[in-house]
């Protein structure tokens, strides 16, 4: 229940440690992320509102959030559709060489990304295995957007998939067996019962995957070919700026991600939040 | 609608969950099947709404097989233990699930599905709530959504798996009398199941009593108590004691003692006497009845519980006596029975 009466800063609690450990949340969120960025936004006020707006909405610099914004979100929805998928059936079906498979979907996790990037560069490659055939269907992969939804792909799929597993395997079995004596076929069951309890962890996964895409560097540069205006995303536009010294242009581009990141962010937590509060706690 | 049960067995990965089962529900019956945990009552009941399927024998709804029909032909309203709401649903929209879900045709208008959930929200006494989350609701209010969420489906035949399982005892005993007004009104066909026996005896028409895959005794309450058909459930139901005798041309012997009963005619060889310690009087006179040590005295609420050691062995008997009754705390002392019931040690075994 939300309080009625204002904030309570401090609610007395027989659990001791609270000013220290709140103390030391604090003192530790701010060495790790607070003055970093802190940082960066105080760099890039330093420019002036005129010539960062000027820097910010540059044509490059927009086409650059432009790819990685939309590719990062194309590859999200993407894996809350797959990921769901392969989660449901690790979670549901019983079949040999499920651990297996299981243990690949940290794969994108553990290698390094960079060699994830030369591995599908080569794969979807005019002349590589997969790009081989796409090639005649007038279909480029490598060194074009898609290429860059490709990869951002590849590296976000664990964050839907680990996220939905665990709900998945909590939701009561009796919740579908009480659907199906309502009367309620499997696919009415799966869409107006199942599906429901899950949005919110699939959110959650969905938000974590495209954090994740929005900031990824190292696979992408490999398959996207970089041609500005065309291929480019944003983090390789701040290593370009910052590799000609002009660290006014490369704080700028870094600021405003950043807002969009946080802005992304705070409103799926703020749709949780609300769908928490109206479906009881955990829901 | 009658559900007849015919010759039904169900194994688990080769384990038998259920040995030839059978039994005859009558339209509008009010029935519980009682028997502690694993003794098939819930396999019974998943069988009867389709939740599993049968290795072997039929089930018949009115005079139709339902044997292979799926869940959602079937027609049941099913209520779980721990109430299965879906809580990212209202409850009026819970309420109204399975209307929604049916078929084009056959679904009835919104603002009558919305005019049905109300009208049975206001059955189960929960008028106004309708726009509630399961979340903001008591463990016995939501139970209550959960049967008018099953009822909403006109069913053929209600079940409950232990629906007051969850609940507190205040709680489950207000329930448990609503329950058997709603069924007094409505007169669905109604199967329940539960572990305790009171609850089973209070509620029902008929009990069936369970144990070990298989049905000890149908019958009223009043039958399942004075007259257990097995020793399990005797011991099932109510208090009891067993003491170990022996029979001999149909005379019944403790310790090579006779006791003054009736004369039996179960066979010759040893046997086990059950007695209910409120079926056992005082005694004057030692000779033909049963003599102990007194071990120990209780006052409950509204009587007096003594224990009794018997003949040196390590049987012990229970007796209840009138409250008013006070009693010397030690010494012999000798009891005979009012009402008893006589089984064969190996009938006894198999039960235990």
């Given at each position: 229940m939300a309080h009625a009466a204002g904030v309570i800063f401090r609610q007395p609690s027989v659990i001791p440690g609270f000013g220290l450990a709140l103390g030391f949340t604090l003192i530790y969120l701010s060495a790790i992320v607070l003055i970093p960025l802190l940082a960066l936004v105080v760099k890039s006020a330093g420019l002036g509102w005129s010539d960062f707006w000027r820097l910010a909405t540059d044509a490059r610099t927009l086409a650059a959030l432009r790819l990685s914004f939309g590719a990062a979100l194309v590859a999200a929805m993407i894996n809350a559709v797959f990921g769901l998928l392969l989660a449901w059936v690790l979670v549901r079906y019983r079949f040999p060489g499920r651990r297996l498979i299981d243990a690949f979907i940290d794969l994108p996790f553990a290698l390094p990304t960079a060699v994830a990037g030369i591995a599908l560069t080569a794969l979807y490659a005019p002349n590589g295995w997969v790009g081989q055939f796409l090639a005649p269907l007038g279909l480029k992969v490598a060194y074009t957007p898609l290429g860059v939804i490709v990869a951002l792909t590849f590296v976000s799929l664990p964050f839907i998939v680990r996220t939905v597993e665990p709900v998945l395997a909590e939701i009561d079995r009796e919740l579908e067996e009480a659907s199906a004596t309502l009367g309620a076929t499997r696919l009415q069951t799966v869409s107006k019962v199942v599906l429901p309890s899950l949005l919110p962890a699939l959110m959650t996964g969905f938000a974590l995957a495209l954090a994740r895409a929005v900031g990824e560097y190292g696979s992408v540069i490999f398959i996207a070919g970089n041609i500005p205006y065309v291929s480019e995303i944003a983090p390789l536009l701040i290593v370009i700026r910052l590799e000609e010294f002009n660290y006014g242009a490369a704080t700028a581009v870094a600021a405003v991600m950043l807002a969009i990141s946080f802005s992304m962010l705070l409103l799926i937590n703020l749709i949780q939040a609300w769908s928490r509060r109206r479906f009881g706690h955990g829901a | 609608m009658d559900i007849s049960i015919e010759n039904i067995r169900k194994e688990f990965e080769r384990f038998p969950a259920l040995h030839d089962v059978s039994l005859d529900i009558r339209s509008g019956e009010l029935i519980a099947l009682l028997?502690?945990?694993?003794?098939g009552k819930t396999t019974l009941l998943r069988l009867i709404a389709g939740l599993e399927f049968l290795t072997s024998g039929r089930i018949l709804f009115g005079n139709e097989d339902a044997s292979h029909k799926s869940v959602q032909e079937r027609n049941v309203g099913f209520v779980f233990q721990h109430y299965a709401l879906f809580k990212h649903m209202t409850v009026a929209d819970n309420v109204g699930f399975g209307l929604r879900v049916r078929p084009r045709s056959q679904r009835p208008s919104r603002a009558e599905i919305r005019r049905r959930a109300e009208e049975l929200l206001e059955l189960v006494q929960l008028?106004?709530?309708?726009?509630?989350?399961?979340?903001?609701?008591s463990g016995g209010q939501r139970q209550r959504v959960a049967l008018a969420r099953a009822l909403a489906i006109e069913p053929r035949v209600l079940l409950l798996d232990e629906p007051f399982g969850a609940l507190d005892a205040k709680v489950r005993r207000e329930l448990r009398r609503w329950l058997r007004e709603l069924h007094e009104r409505t007169g669905h066909t109604t199967v329940f199941v539960t572990h305790d026996q009171e609850e089973a005896m209070e509620l029902a028409d008929r009990v069936v009593v369970m144990s070990n895959g298989k049905i000890e005794q149908v019958g009223s309450a009043d039958d399942i108590y004075d007259a257990p058909a097995s020793p399990f459930v005797f011991s099932f139901i109510g208090a009891s004691n067993a003491l170990r005798v022996h029979v001999e041309a149909g005379r019944v012997y403790l310790d090579d003692r006779p006791l003054e009963l009736p004369r039996t005619n179960l066979p010759d060889g040893p046997a086990r006497l059950y007695l209910r310690p409120h079926d056992l009087e005082v005694s004057r006179d030692e000779a033909g009845s049963i003599p102990g040590v007194i071990s120990a005295v209780r006052r409950t609420s509204g009587a007096r519980l003594i224990e009794l050691e018997i003949g040196g062995r390590r049987d012990r008997l229970e007796i209840e006596l009138p409250a008013e009754q006070s009693h010397r705390l030690n010494g012999r002392l000798a009891v005979r029975p009012r009402k008893w019931q006589l089984y064969r040690d190996d009938e006894c075994r198999l039960a235990s």
């Open positions: - | 028997g502690p945990s694993g003794s008028p106004g709530l309708g726009k509630r989350f399961p979340a903001q609701l």
